[in-house]
């Protein structure tokens, strides 16, 4: 079987009540995690060629400590849960 290759561009995420700072750390994370979850099972919106021009993934609330990493993850799986619906 040929691998599928997607092509995913996020213009922008928004994120509230984290430092500039850590926005690299969130988008590598974010990035990471949700070429695992597309890898693991492909959502049907991304198996036809096709512009999504938004797509509200839902809030989550995280930790006042929480690490941008992680912050990442939990975005890249309301994402791919958004994408799935």
């Known amino acids: 079987m040929t691998p599928r290759v997607v092509e995913l561009h996020i213009e922008r995420l928004i994120l509230h009540g984290y430092a500039h700072a850590d926005r690299h750390d969130i988008a590598a994370s974010l990035q990471r995690e949700l070429g ?5 099972r492909m959502p049907r919106s991304l198996l036809h060629p ?5 797509l509200d993934a839902g809030a989550f609330t995280a930790a006042r400590d929480a ?4 912050t990442g993850t939990q975005a890249a799986r309301m994402i791919h849960g958004g994408l799935s619906r």
């Open 36 to 40: 695992l979850l597309l890898a693991d």
């Open 50 to 54: 096709s512009h999504i021009p938004s």
């Open 67 to 70: 690490r941008p990493k992680h």
